[in-house]
């Protein structure tokens, strides 16, 4: 059967007694006419392309064309090496691999699109960072890019996944639910652990705006992957205490869409208002253009 919803997939795991990794494999080796092996296969490539941009990134201090970003993950690095972040070594990784990821999209390096260009850092930054310091598996970071992975199709059913539709809310907080159930997962949350820390990361970033600098995907989007990706953390860290979101991940996607259609156009990827449209970035403008 083709899952659609949350609450389809929950029903579904349960009367199975499945994961939602198992699950999503089956549909896609069915859907794609291959094997769950191949499936795993495909969804490993995408994980060694991940860690790939990570190290690629966090050896580069290119500039961008516009040259304004492209040295930032240099200076992280600089700055934990010589203090340490109070928080430890996994959330420097996080921020750090994070930050490679986004900066390697700027400078058009190879980058897995998680679910999007403009928030691709998200993902990789935890998964790669978590598996490095607890030593994961391969096929644990597959169960774990498997169950983001179904959770962002969930959400595309009722959400195009693009800033020009729904605002950074549908991007960069989307792949914030993405990593947070992900990661939740790995961390053997049950199903309705996984929905709670997907529901809580979502809820959180509503009403996102999309309103980049000159309209390119530099100012704020890259900056907004590190900080998401520990939202991701929070969210997870909260469901697994046993923290519940009162409103049902179903109905948060609902909302989501809903204020994606009341979102002015003018902060959907236009480029016409918000930091898009502050005395600094037009001056940027100016002397860019």
Not at 113 to 141: F, N
Not at 186 to 192: P, V
Not at 246 to 274: F, N, Y
Request: hydrophobic share 40%; net charge negative.
């Amino acid at each position: 059967m083709s899952i659609t919803t949350f609450e389809e997939l929950k029903k579904e795991a349960q009367s199975q007694n499945k994961t939602i990794w198992e699950l999503t494999q089956e549909e896609e080796a069915l859907n794609s006419d291959i094997s769950v092996e191949e499936v795993r296969a495909e969804v490993l490539k995408h994980i060694v392309t991940m860690r790939e941009t990570i190290e690629t990134g966090i050896t580069s201090n290119e500039k961008s064309v516009s040259g304004w970003c492209g040295d930032d993950c240099e200076k992280l690095i600089k700055r934990y090496s010589a203090q340490k972040s109070v928080f430890g070594s996994l959330y420097e990784k996080i921020l750090t691999y994070s930050l490679a990821t986004s900066e390697e999209n700027l400078r058009m390096g190879r980058i897995v699109a998680c679910p999007t260009a403009g928030s691709c850092g998200i993902i990789p930054g935890v998964l790669v960072a978590y598996s490095e310091e607890y030593d994961l598996s391969d096929d644990e970071q597959i169960n774990f890019l498997i169950t983001a992975g179904k959770i962002g199709s969930i959400i595309s059913n009722k959400v195009q996944l693009a800033g020009a539709v729904a605002g950074c809310q549908a991007e960069c907080g989307v792949a914030a639910a993405m990593c947070a159930g992900g990661l939740a997962q790995t961390m053997a949350g049950d199903i309705n652990t996984i929905f709670n820390a997907v529901a809580l990361a979502l809820k959180n970033i509503l009403g996102l705006t999309c309103d980049p600098v000159c309209g390119m995907v530099e100012v704020p989007c890259i900056k907004r992957n590190p900080l998401l990706s520990m939202h991701a953390v929070s969210a997870t860290e909260l469901a697994l205490a046993g923290i519940e979101s009162k409103i049902p991940v179903d109905e948060v996607i609902d909302a989501m869409r809903q204020t994606g259609q009341l979102m002015s156009p003018m902060l959907k990827e236009s480029a016409q208002a918000g930091l898009a449209t502050t005395p600094t970035a037009l001056s940027l403008k100016e002397k860019l253009f």
